[in-house]
């Protein structure tokens, strides 16, 4: 498939095969409502893994299984091939950052990071020696006398990051840390976080509903939904190889269209064949088509593969987003050329545009922008009846 405009960049591979967390069919209800539905996932030694999806997927119960906030109902959490269900969050060698920092206001940086310390009851020389070490690590030398009321987001969260890794945990959990933060210091902290990951060589998992953070950091993303995980793979794996029409409606933009699959290499939507990259599917097997809308050129309609006419066109800094009416389907496609509305325009697809998927219990619910053109009747009505 063609390279996207998502800046997706490869991370670099710092782990290893060492299984951390194993997750064995994981159960988990809340007032008779399952919110995890068996639950199999292992976590790799120094890997930074993102579980990722919408409020109410199950992310954040995972996380807090994983940390020991949470006893699962049914299953098994392996903790380096020990079972540790009923261990108590203190007892394992992992800690947690939430997005409230919950930092100690009447403390100044120093003794936020060194509270861990302190309990343990470790001597004045080590704990300044590793609050030396850990304000070096998330860039806040000089900041030791500071209020942490006193501290930017960013800041905070630094302190709070550095007081989580001093007492050297196995795994860090972090639960949507860069919520709060605004977007420029949010993306600053993308960075940060993978660099502080990589430089200690230990395992973060992390937990967000920002696809655009999960593919910029992350060694694995495991993308929920309804309790179950749909898929686990690298960011780029997961973009250009979406599993089902959540996954590929959840991350990024898709367009998503029902389909028939007439052989091996060949497939039949919106009124034309075109020829893909996929194979082993039944003849005939009604399927969905991803098409991602970067991943289309727009052409003379003479030169079309398909035809239709723009209903809509946004543009958004580094490309045009044009809404196409194709036999009444809204497609959606990203291109640095400016068409015009009510333009009539082709639309030409190259093979290794098109990803095939299984049918699922989600097919048919995303991918067509109806909704999208909808919503600009509709705020145009209203801006019609204002005028009278």
């Given at each position: 498939?063609?390279?996207?405009?998502?800046?997706?960049v490869?991370?670099?591979?710092?782990?290893?095969?060492?299984?951390?967390v194993?997750?064995?069919?994981?159960?988990?209800?809340?007032?008779?409502?399952?919110?995890?539905n068996?639950?199999n996932?292992?976590?790799?030694?120094k890997?930074?893994v993102?579980?990722?999806?919408?409020?109410?997927?199950?992310?954040?119960t995972?996380?807090?299984?994983?940390?020991?906030f949470?006893?699962?109902?049914?299953?098994?959490?392996?903790?380096?091939?020990?079972?540790?269900?009923?261990?108590?969050?203190?007892?394992?060698?992992?800690?947690?950052?939430?997005?409230?920092?919950?930092?100690?206001?009447?403390?100044?940086?120093?003794?936020?990071?060194?509270?861990?310390?302190?309990?343990?009851?470790?001597?004045?020389?080590e704990?300044?020696?590793?609050?030396?070490?850990?304000?070096?690590?998330?860039?806040?030398?000089?900041?030791?006398?500071?209020?942490?009321?006193?501290?930017s987001?960013g800041?905070?969260?630094r302190?709070?990051?550095?007081?989580?890794?001093?007492?050297?945990?196995?795994?860090?959990?972090?639960?949507?840390?860069?919520?709060?933060?605004?977007?420029?210091?949010?993306?600053?902290?993308?960075?940060?976080?993978?660099?502080?990951q990589?430089?200690?060589?230990?395992?973060?998992?992390y937990?967000?509903?920002d696809?655009?953070?999960?593919?910029?950091?992350?060694d694995?993303?495991?993308?929920?939904?309804?309790?179950?995980?749909?898929?686990?793979?690298?960011?780029?794996?997961i973009?250009?190889?979406?599993?089902?029409?959540?996954?590929?409606?959840?991350?990024?933009?898709s367009?998503?269209?029902?389909?028939?699959?007439?052989?091996?290499?060949?497939?039949r939507?919106a009124?034309?064949?075109?020829?893909?990259?996929?194979?082993?599917?039944?003849?005939?097997?009604?399927?969905?088509?991803?098409?991602?809308p970067e991943?289309?050129?727009v052409?003379?309609p003479?030169?079309?593969?398909l035809?239709?006419?723009?209903?809509?066109?946004?543009?958004?800094?580094?490309?045009?987003e044009?809404?196409?009416?194709?036999?009444?389907?809204?497609?959606?496609?990203?291109?640095?050329?400016?068409?015009?509305p009510?333009q009539?325009?082709g639309?030409?697809?190259?093979?290794?545009?098109i990803?095939?998927?299984k049918?699922?219990?989600y097919?048919?619910?995303?991918?067509?922008?109806?909704s999208?053109?909808?919503?600009?009747?509709?705020?145009?009505?209203?801006?019609?009846?204002?005028?009278f």
């Amino acid at each position: 498939m063609k390279e996207n405009n998502n800046n997706i960049v490869k991370p670099k591979v710092t782990y290893t095969d060492t299984k951390v967390v194993d997750l064995k069919h994981i159960y988990k209800q809340y007032d008779g409502e399952t919110v995890l539905n068996d639950i199999n996932l292992y976590i790799r030694d120094k890997e930074f893994v993102t579980l990722l999806g919408p409020s109410g997927c199950g992310k954040t119960t995972t996380l807090r299984i994983i940390g020991g906030f949470e006893t699962p109902d049914e299953g098994t959490v392996l903790f380096e091939g020990k079972e540790i269900n009923d261990l108590p969050p203190n007892k394992r060698h992992i800690n947690t950052v939430f997005q409230k920092y919950a930092l100690f206001p009447h403390l100044n940086v120093y003794e936020n990071i060194a509270f861990p310390l302190r309990l343990k009851k470790k001597s004045e020389d080590e704990i300044r020696e590793r609050v030396t070490e850990m304000l070096k690590m998330v860039a806040l030398s000089g900041f030791e006398n500071k209020s942490v009321s006193t501290l930017s987001g960013g800041q905070q969260q630094r302190v709070a990051i550095a007081r989580a890794l001093i007492s050297h945990p196995r795994v860090l959990l972090l639960d949507e840390p860069l919520g709060a933060l605004d977007l420029k210091l949010r993306k600053d902290m993308q960075v940060e976080l993978k660099n502080i990951q990589q430089r200690i060589g230990i395992t973060f998992i992390y937990v967000t509903h920002d696809q655009e953070e999960a593919l910029s950091m992350s060694d694995t993303v495991v993308v929920m939904a309804d309790g179950e995980i749909q898929q686990i793979g690298t960011p780029t794996d997961i973009y250009n190889e979406p599993k089902n029409a959540f996954v590929a409606d959840f991350i990024g933009e898709s367009n998503i269209i029902d389909g028939i699959m007439l052989s091996d290499y060949s497939v039949r939507f919106a009124g034309h064949t075109f020829k893909c990259l996929d194979k082993g599917f039944d003849k005939n097997e009604q399927v969905d088509v991803v098409v991602r809308p970067e991943d289309v050129d727009v052409v003379e309609p003479e030169r079309g593969m398909l035809t239709g006419q723009v209903s809509a066109v946004s543009f958004k800094g580094v490309h045009y987003e044009i809404i196409v009416d194709i036999k009444g389907f809204k497609w959606m496609i990203q291109s640095t050329d400016y068409v015009a509305p009510e333009q009539f325009i082709g639309l030409y697809i190259e093979p290794d545009a098109i990803h095939i998927m299984k049918k699922s219990k989600y097919s048919g619910m995303f991918g067509d922008y109806s909704s999208f053109s909808d919503e600009l009747d509709q705020l145009s009505d209203v801006e019609s009846a204002e005028e009278f």
